[in-house]
């Protein structure tokens, strides 16, 4: 019996963002508990409303050159706004907002508050963005910044080949006091994007250090990065099988059956490829104990220095979701929801894939790498140098596919966000999902995602 055809998927475009942005337009992002959403362009970010899908605010005259990229600062109290931006100008900096007449702590009313403040005008020009500080170090243009889950650390990228990890080391949440805590040079050439591990089944396992972060590169990499027991960061996996420059990363928002999350990248070779932390049980161990470290062995405080840098964690590319694309893909993102992915690059195609339920399990090896390329259309992975056949290859299907979303245009982004907008029914919500794309015409796009 064959197996279930796969949902399809249409995606209807709701009305633009307004007012338009007539300028190039790189990145939008969702703030994490708000309907906000922080679009970059040009020297500056508008902050749309995902209520009324109109401008919010803006920051302005903090870079000399383009901005590139923004990060929303996690866990802040309702009404307290932060956010970091990646300039060409070599520069990170910190933002703050704050609504002055508001200070309740309800985090339900701090959203009905929030939108309803974007319907008065005159409330709203009260308010203003305030860059707090500027992190400078890098020798060239900064292209991804992000925060880490709990807001303790930011991560930085640049052209200049390196990564930077910063810490929050003020007393208080407002003291805006950052330092170098590390810089990573182990990439071959420009450093695309920086993405932190989400917390989410995290927790209990003394293998992994709390904070796990991930780094894309024009070196065709992905790398991996941990800080040890001497608190210094080190590379633990260097993820090859790209065939050029890896333009983007993500984790999975939400793993399932308790496993690690994995690793989303995508690239100027048209694919989307993911990858799976090789985990095993220990034998010795109770059943119920969680998943160990294919290293195995105890925690890093009971390693020696002399060995630690020699830990690799086991890393290998699980599936490469069908070719949607005929360019280079720019940006890709995992929806928390549903699991479903979309992606957007440089041919103006919007695709959305779908996985399917497993129905095996293991890798299967290919008998000689003539087999191996003629079983994946010619592209073998290459996971710690080994070619394998990567497992549920087949268990990704596209389900929808938009061609020129953008007109003539490139996209150059496209994330998953809640709607709050009018035209979403009411009891939707903060719950439905839309997909929002952001390209060269300067349009941010919202587009309803119809499954059938």
Known sequence: MSPPTAESVHLAPLPP????????????????????????????VTVFSLSTLTAHSALTNGHERSVRSASWKPNLAPHRLCLVTGSFDSTAGIWRWKDDDDDDDDDD???????????DGAKEEEKDWELMVVLDGHDSEIKSVAFSPGGQYLATCSRD?????????????ADDEWETVAVLNEHEGDVKAVAWCPETNRSGRGRYASDVLASASYD????????????????????????????????????????FPRIMSWGADCMIRVWTLKEEEEEEEEAEAPPQ?????????????????SLKEEWECTAILPQAHTRDIYAASWSPKTGMVASSGSDGIVAVYREEDESTSGTTHANDDETAAMELDGDVPMMNGHAEKPQGSRKWKIVSTTPNAHGPYEINHIT???????GCPPEKKGIEEMLVTTGDDGIVRPWQVITS
């Open 17 to 44: 963002f307004k007012p338009d942005l007539y300028q190039r337009a790189w990145q939008s992002v969702p703030h994490p508990t708000l309907p906000l959403l922080a679009t970059v362009h040009h020297k500056s």
């Open 109 to 119: 009313d701090a959203e009905v508050e929030m939108t309803n403040s974007d319907r």
């Open 161 to 173: 080949k390196s990564v930077w990890v910063w810490e929050d080391v003020g007393e208080s949440e």
């Open 220 to 259: 065709n990499t992905v790398r991996v990065w941990r800080e040890d027991g001497d608190g210094e960061w080190i590379c633990v996996a260097v993820l090859e099988g790209h065939g050029g420059t890896v333009w983007g990363l993500q984790w999975e928002p939400r793993p399932k059956d308790g496993r």
């Open 293 to 309: 470290h294919a290293w195995g062995g105890g925690g890093l405080g009971g390693i020696p220095n002399t060995m630690r840098r």
């Open 416 to 422: 998953w966000c809640k709607r709050y907008d009018q």
